[in-house]
Nanobody, 121 residues
């Protein structure tokens, strides 16, 4: 199966920057989209950024122009550069990928364990 491990979360002041990293490991035949979601206390999980295997990206208006997603297909890794952070960006950030473990396996979504990002005002 596919495992995802995130790193890079932490505490930062408003206006600061953080970079999240996520690496997929295990039995992997192919990875389609990779991306990041976040969930703040009392709120639903929301999409932050997504990148296709071809490099196309998509962001919600709330982070557009401040966050940049990238990936390294050779390393099965995805990154999220977060600039101009705001207190409302505070949340647990989850990495995900849509991957196919093997020829006989269906494509599925896999999730990391989450990493906390806290932005102080």
């Amino acid at each position: 199966q596919v495992q995802l491990v995130e790193s890079g979360g932490g505490l930062v002041q408003a206006g600061g920057s953080l970079k999240l990293s996520c690496a997929a490991s295990g039995t992997i035949l192919s990875i389609n989209a990779m991306g990041w979601y976040r969930q703040a206390p009392g709120k639903q999980r929301e999409l932050v950024a997504v990148i296709t295997s071809g490099g196309n990206t998509n962001y919600p208006d709330s982070v557009k122009g401040r966050f940049t997603i990238s990936r390294d297909n050779a390393k099965n890794a995805v990154y999220l550069q977060m600039n101009s952070l705001k207190p409302e960006d505070t949340a647990v950030y989850y990495c995900y990928c849509n991957a196919r473990p093997g020829i006989l396996s269906p494509t599925n979504n896999y999730w990391g364990q989450g990493t906390q990002v806290t932005v102080s005002s």
